[in-house]
């Protein structure tokens, strides 16, 4: 499969190398971040002249001011933009292809999906990114900051993932290592400001002291310092916690067990890296997420600073919103105003608080109301089906898959969605209650 991905990217190369000035579109996500690095740091070593510009989508319009157009992690689903582009146009992306695109000038698609992969979890842009890169030269070492876009897209080391990732391995630019998968740092810092996994110690600085003081761990270590005595002892400790506080059990695999060392990257914890990436996306500073992947040393503490703002105010967030939690028949739920953030809402509730029921965060801003559903494969419910047939009967639309979906409902109609949701739910479950 990914020899016929191979195909299509040495199309691409063929487009690159007849060029002389490239303008990449990404979209500001970390697999986007990740995915105009790699793409820049291969056209770099050609000495070939490119801008960057980040979007938060297609539709956000693109300049025709280069003789190449690449469109990196977007394009597939948009045909009638790609078509209306008057360059030659070089998409890179793993979302699901619709429609048909009708050049003005040349173009190559470079996505999984028509090369019998996945796209959802087989391939992120980045990977796909990669993959040319490959064509291009001898870019093994960009298989480590591909991986940010893997991670950042939640896909799995399957695939072509796994094929980056082995690259990434041999080549001695990824390491895997046995251990705690959190952030690193000091020990008190990391307990407090992770999210994955959250850990509600945040404003509990009393109850973290006494955490650490049984354990026997020093609140001032790095993380990544800690002898294997004291790190299986942590792990064991944070696994207790995490049972106690109700989190999906699923998730313990996750977090104990191996984590991936990036050896010649300015953050070498790929996770950490990841956030500090996606955070500078979500703070419209995508250009200090982008020099970092560039080995760009100046950005490094704008870049972790962004970060630790961005988990501040989401843990400041989730203290006031977990207070408001509703209970409905069969789900638990958020009506929220102007909520800062909904989907990470919705995800640290339904993983780590209360993860027994389908959980339902609805936000309405800006005259429109924003839904993210969310549940663990343990709760027999497809809320993918449910957002979907909810959503229409309340004239908004919905999908997603069977543990994370999402919405778009009318602001005035959110109570109805939320109530038609749980019926739903509850007739998926089988039973009216409990
Ligand atoms: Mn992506």
Not at 17 to 36: M, V
Not at 390 to 411: D, F, K, L, S, T
């Amino acid at each position: 499969m990914l020899d016929i991905l191979r195909i299509e990217a040495l199309k691409a190369v063929e487009l690159i190398k007849e060029s002389e000035f490239i303008h990449i579109y990404t979209h500001y996500d970390a697999d986007g971040i990740s995915a105009a690095a790699v793409l820049a740091s291969a056209l770099h070593r050609l000495d070939k002249p490119f801008q960057v510009t980040f979007l938060k989508g297609l539709n956000q319009g693109v300049d025709c001011d280069a003789d190449l157009i690449i469109l990196a992690d977007m394009g597939s689903g948009y045909p009638d933009i790609v078509s209306e582009i008057d360059a030659n146009v070089v998409i890179v992306d793993h979302h699901f292809p619709t429609g048909r695109i009708e050049p003005k000038r040349s173009l190559v698609h470079v996505n999984p999906h028509l090369a019998g992969l996945d796209g959802t979890f087989e391939l992120s842009a980045s990977g796909t990114a990669y993959v040319v890169a490959s064509c291009l030269g001898d870019n093994a070492d960009l298989s480590a900051i591909a991986l940010l876009g893997i991670l950042g897209d939640k896909q799995k080391i399957v695939a072509g993932n796994a094929k980056v990732m082995r690259d990434g391995v041999e080549s001695g630019h990824i390491e895997i290592v046995k251990g705690l998968n959190m952030y690193s740092g000091k020990v008190r810092e990391v307990l407090m400001l992770s999210t994955e996994p959250f850990l509600d110690f945040y404003g509990k600085e009393g109850e973290l002291d006494e955490f650490l003081r049984r354990v026997g761990i020093d609140g001032d270590a790095e993380i990544d310092e800690l002898s294997g005595d004291e790190l299986r002892r942590l792990s064991n400790a944070i696994i207790l916690r995490l049972l106690k506080q109700g989190a999906y059990d699923g998730v313990i695999e996750e977090i104990v067990g191996e984590r991936f060392v990036l050896k010649k990257e300015l953050i070498s914890n790929a996770v950490m890296f990841t956030d500090v990436i996606n955070a500078c996306g979500r703070a419209s500073a995508c250009s200090i997420g982008f020099a970092i992947c560039m080995h760009d040393e100046n950005y490094l503490q704008k870049g972790v600073d962004i970060w630790r703002e961005f988990q501040i105010e989401l843990l400041e967030e989730l203290q006031k919103r977990r207070e408001e939690v509703q209970e409905g028949k069969c789900i638990r739920y958020l009506l929220m105003d102007n909520a800062a953030t909904t989907a990470p809402i919705a995800t640290i509730i339904s993983r780590y608080l209360l993860s027994d029921r389908p959980f339902v965060a609805v936000n309405v801003k800006n005259s429109t109301a924003k839904v993210s559903a969310r549940s663990n494969p343990r709760i027999n419910v497809d809320l993918g089906e449910v957002m979907r047939i909810a959503a229409e009967r309340v004239g908004g639309r919905g999908g997603g898959h069977r543990v994370a979906a999402g919405a778009n409902i009318p602001p005035d109609k959110a109570e109805e969605f939320v109530k038609e949701v749980d019926e739903l739910c509850c007739a998926m479950l089988g039973s009216g209650s409990e």
